[in-house]
């Protein structure tokens, strides 16, 4: 397996885990952490180094209940990761029930992810995404 998607199984597997440290340690001091969706959600912008990812981290925590959380399909070029998934919940606050469909794109130097890009589709309430076959 290569190093690259090597590393981001490993920070699926220790986010899914609840090992927050050790997702972090699979993080570059200098990562660049940015989450494009929609402008209403706080967590939508960008963060910088570890300090920046565990600000994101507490954001999601504060936020949002996770009922699911899948990565899907996983596709690798050299040092680039890129993985399709989706996942479901409930929203803290409102208690309106999410789904979203994103896309994560992964650079990996060093065994470490220098930059993390994701590209959220986000539906809320009784709000359904297409169907689509993974």
Same mark, same amino acid.
């Given at each position: 397996?290569?190093?690259?998607?090597?590393?981001?199984?490993?920070?699926?597997? +220790?986010?899914?885990? @609840?090992?927050?440290?050790?997702?972090?340690? !699979?993080?570059?001091? /200098?990562?660049? =952490?940015?989450? &494009?969706?929609?402008?209403?959600?706080?967590?939508? +912008?960008?963060?910088? @180094?570890?300090?920046?990812?565990?600000?994101? !981290?507490?954001?999601? /925590?504060?936020? =949002?209940?996770? &009922?699911?959380?899948?990565?899907?399909?996983?596709?690798?070029?050299?040092?680039?990761?890129?993985?399709?998934?989706?996942?479901?919940?409930?929203?803290?606050?409102?208690?309106?029930?999410?789904?979203?469909?994103?896309?994560?794109?992964?650079?990996?130097?060093?065994?470490?992810?220098?930059?993390?890009?994701?590209?959220?589709?986000?539906?809320?309430?009784?709000?359904?995404?297409?169907?689509?076959?993974?």
């Amino acid at each position: 397996m290569a190093i690259a998607l090597e590393v981001v199984k490993q920070v699926y597997q +220790r986010f899914a885990e @609840g090992d927050l440290d050790g997702f972090l340690k !699979l993080c570059s001091q /200098e990562i660049e =952490w940015v989450v &494009n969706g929609p402008s209403t959600l706080e967590k939508c +912008r960008a963060f910088h @180094g570890i300090s920046g990812v565990r600000q994101f !981290l507490s954001l999601l /925590e504060d936020s =949002w209940q996770f &009922n699911s959380f899948e990565p899907r399909k996983f596709f690798e070029d050299d040092m680039t990761v890129i993985v399709l998934g989706e996942e479901t919940g409930v929203d803290k606050a409102s208690g309106e029930p999410f789904q979203n469909r994103w896309a994560h794109v992964f650079e990996v130097q060093k065994e470490r992810i220098v930059s993390f890009r994701e590209f959220l589709c986000h539906w809320r309430g009784e709000q359904q995404p297409p169907a689509m076959r993974w």
